[in-house]
Protein backbone atom coordinates (compact mmCIF):
# COMPACT_ATOMS: atom_id res chain seq x y z
CA UNK A 1 0.00 0.00 0.00
CA UNK A 2 1.24 3.13 -1.03
CA UNK A 3 1.82 6.20 1.84
CA UNK A 4 -0.50 8.98 1.69
CA UNK A 5 2.47 11.57 0.36
CA UNK A 6 2.83 8.61 -2.55
CA UNK A 7 -0.99 8.33 -3.47
CA UNK A 8 -0.68 12.55 -3.81
CA UNK A 9 2.05 12.76 -5.49
CA UNK A 10 0.37 10.45 -8.28
CA UNK A 11 -2.58 12.60 -8.50
CA UNK A 12 -0.49 15.37 -8.79
CA UNK A 13 1.13 14.19 -11.70
CA UNK A 14 -1.51 12.99 -13.49
CA UNK A 15 -2.87 16.84 -13.64
CA UNK A 16 -2.36 18.59 -17.07
CA UNK A 17 1.03 20.77 -16.83
CA UNK A 18 -0.38 23.98 -17.07
CA UNK A 19 -2.80 22.98 -13.72
CA UNK A 20 -3.48 25.54 -11.03
CA UNK A 21 -2.48 25.19 -7.50
CA UNK A 22 -6.38 25.98 -6.64
CA UNK A 23 -7.17 23.24 -9.94
CA UNK A 24 -5.01 20.89 -8.30
CA UNK A 25 -6.07 21.08 -4.54
CA UNK A 26 -9.43 21.04 -5.53
CA UNK A 27 -8.83 17.50 -7.52
CA UNK A 28 -6.55 16.47 -4.23
CA UNK A 29 -10.06 17.66 -2.16
CA UNK A 30 -12.29 15.92 -4.01
CA UNK A 31 -10.54 12.40 -4.76
CA UNK A 32 -10.24 12.41 -0.79
CA UNK A 33 -13.91 13.36 -0.07
CA UNK A 34 -15.18 10.12 -2.24
CA UNK A 35 -12.43 7.83 -0.48
CA UNK A 36 -14.45 8.93 2.57
CA UNK A 37 -17.43 8.76 1.27
CA UNK A 38 -17.00 4.83 -0.22
CA UNK A 39 -15.57 3.64 3.24
CA UNK A 40 -18.88 5.87 4.95
CA UNK A 41 -20.68 3.52 2.69
CA UNK A 42 -18.69 0.44 3.58
CA UNK A 43 -18.83 0.62 7.20
CA UNK A 44 -22.71 1.43 7.36
CA UNK A 45 -22.17 4.65 7.93
CA UNK A 46 -24.78 6.21 5.56
CA UNK A 47 -28.45 7.51 6.24
CA UNK A 48 -31.50 7.27 3.84
CA UNK A 49 -32.54 9.63 2.05
CA UNK A 50 -35.73 10.07 3.58
CA UNK A 51 -33.67 10.54 6.82
CA UNK A 52 -31.41 12.73 4.98
CA UNK A 53 -35.13 14.93 3.81
CA UNK A 54 -35.94 14.80 7.32
CA UNK A 55 -32.90 16.36 8.74
CA UNK A 56 -33.08 19.49 6.40
CA UNK A 57 -36.42 20.21 6.95
CA UNK A 58 -35.33 20.55 10.86
CA UNK A 59 -33.24 22.81 9.54
CA UNK A 60 -33.51 26.77 11.07
CA UNK A 61 -34.40 28.65 8.24
Known amino acids: MNTAKEEMAK?????????TYDE???ELAFIRMVERGLADSKA???IS???LKKRI???PK
Open 57 to 59: KAW
Open 44 to 46: NRT
Open 11 to 19: IIEEQPDDS
Open 49 to 51: NEE
Open 24 to 26: ILR
